[in-house]
């Protein structure tokens, strides 16, 4: 009678460390920072003084108000952008400070 196997894919095992470690998520949102030019455009980023992340909520802190004020109109379009870029759902809101 052969043994059943326990073994899996190295490639499978890494997919299900970073799922239950929430590591896609932390990647994820390192991605956005490092690629926030591409995202949310020059304007946007050079004015940008942080990111930060909550749960499925992104915070960011723009240091003009005329562009704070801008950016509160394209929040829908920033949202898309940011899931399209990442190819899932990572945040759901997007607080400007």
């Not at 997919?15 to 304007?43: C, P, R, T, Y």
């Amino acid at each position: 009678m052969a043994k059943k196997s326990n073994l899996i894919k190295l490639g499978d095992a890494i997919k299900q460390l970073f799922k239950q470690e929430h590591l896609d998520e932390k990647m994820s949102q390192f991605a956005v920072k490092s690629s926030w030019k591409d995202i949310a455009g020059d304007l946007i980023a050079k004015n940008t003084t942080e990111i930060s992340f909550n749960k499925k909520i992104i915070f960011v802190t723009l240091q003009s108000a005329a562009l704070k004020h801008e950016v509160s109109f394209r929040k829908e379009e920033l949202l898309k952008n940011i899931n399209e870029f990442c190819k899932y759902n990572l945040i759901d809101q997007i607080v400007i400070r």
